[in-house]
């Protein structure tokens, strides 16, 4: 099974199976890791941000503009910040690396 | 701020989709219902989160909009005279012989034998600047929220964000402040178009600043600002101010319900399946808000939860009378709650 690996706030690494199909956020909520995703995936809030390594980073579909919108609503946003609900696993990101961004 | 006590049926606390259709299932048992709402629309999420984005799982309506289900629902809702209480929140909730109080944050008070709580993920307030030093200029030289605008002037102020809130408060108080500037993460906007052109036309003129980049830090004594930290793309700034207005929108919390003696479990609020009733007695949880075994957060399943509450809150509200089941296709009495009789 695919992979991604996640690392918590206070640092500590996850390898977490990854179903394809379901959303980044979908994968480390059901793992119980704390992510607020607060409206459930329709990119309508920023409490799913991550960050992505950035080698991962460059592989990923263009972020549209909604979740562009949505992303001036977290904090600590970074070049490699994106939500994790607007990505989709796919065979070609196993083993990709992404840190949960600040709460607030 | 006391104001007289308000006695009724029925407080709902949230006024989202599963707060009002409870309007709607206490109306037809005889109950009158007042609403509270953090939030200065109804709605709840539906409203402020997604409004224009579809729901396709509400029986009979294959597709429908946020708002849209909202618009329905105070339709639906109307021949039972809901009351409003928007922009406070539930704060305090105590028992005075047999009966519950309770009380808001605008010193709202309300007497009834039954309280729903139907509060979704809980209240919508302000994101706070997320830097260990914030809080120490709040309230002083940092708001997250304009109360009275002529606070503002003569002040140099910051404000930051993207959204309307940001634009809106950034183009009121532009002719009042000394001097104004706006950071924003992105020379892209969410704010309607109008008051970004009308942004753009202060800047080029001279009369505002407009910084891209993001807030990092919080400068000065005494909980007075004096200067903001922003990272830009061109490096770390310094940008003198003595006054900060962060609008970076709206995040859900519990709030002070968490202090009511409530059993909780992760967040939300346990009850049996039978009544939705909590460990309190009178005092119910329906919809997202609530939790049992096998509870789905889904706005259908918050209806049958108000539904099956109304029966047991009937015998709090009126407990000499007897309940009979009745469907509105075909009672008289229904009808005549309904206005179609």
Known sequence: MAKIYVVDREGTEHELEAELGWSLMEIIREAGLPIEAACGGCCACATCHVYVEPEWFARLPEPEEEEQMMLDEAFEVKDTSRLSCQIKMTEELDGIRVTLAPEF | ?341
């Open chain 2, 1 to 341: 701020m006391a104001s007289d006590l308000i006695r009724t049926d029925m407080v709902i606390v949230g006024a989202g989709p599963v707060g009002l259709f409870a309007v709607f299932e206490a109306g037809l048992l005889g109950m009158s219902c007042h609403l509270i709402d953090n939030l200065d629309k109804v709605g709840g999420q539906c409203a402020e989160l997604y409004p224009d984005k579809p729901i396709y799982d509400i029986p009979a309506l294959p597709v429908c909009m946020g708002q849209e289900l909202v618009d329905r629902l105070m339709e639906q809702i109307r021949p039972f005279n809901p009351v409003f209480h928007l922009g406070q929140q539930a704060q305090r909730l105590e028992r005075v012989e047999g009966r519950w109080r309770l009380t808001t944050s605008a010193g709202t008070r309300f007497e009834s034998p039954v309280v729903v709580i139907a509060a979704g993920a809980g209240s919508f307030v302000p994101r706070k600047l997320p830097l260990p030093e914030a809080a120490a200029f709040e309230g002083r030289s940092l708001f997250y929220a304009v109360r009275r605008r002529d606070a503002f002037r003569g002040r140099r102020i910051l404000v930051a964000g993207g959204g309307d809130s940001a634009l809106d408060w950034f183009l009121a108080l532009q002719p009042l402040a000394q001097d104004i500037a706006l950071v924003h993460r992105r020379d892209q906007f969410r704010a309607a178009p109008d008051s970004v052109a009308k942004m753009r036309a202060l800047v080029e003129r001279g009369e505002a600043r407009f910084i891209q980049g993001q807030i990092t830090g919080l400068l000065g004594t005494d909980g007075q600002l004096e200067a903001v930290r922003i990272r830009t793309p061109s490096g770390e700034i310094l940008h003198p101010c003595d006054t900060l207005l962060a609008f970076y929108g709206l995040k859900m919390e519990l709030g002070p319900l968490a202090d009511w003696g409530l059993e909780l479990e992760g967040g939300q609020i346990k009850v049996d399946t039978e009544a939705f009733e909590t460990n309190l007695p009178g005092v119910f949880a329906i919809g997202d808000i609530c939790t049992y075994p096998g509870k789905l957060k889904l706005i259908l399943s918050g209806f049958h939860e108000g539904a099956l509450m109304c029966q047991k809150a009937f015998k709090y509200c009126f407990p000499d009378k007897k309940l009979v089941f009745r469907y509105t296709t075909s009672s008289s009495e229904l009808h005549k709650r309904l206005g179609v009789a």
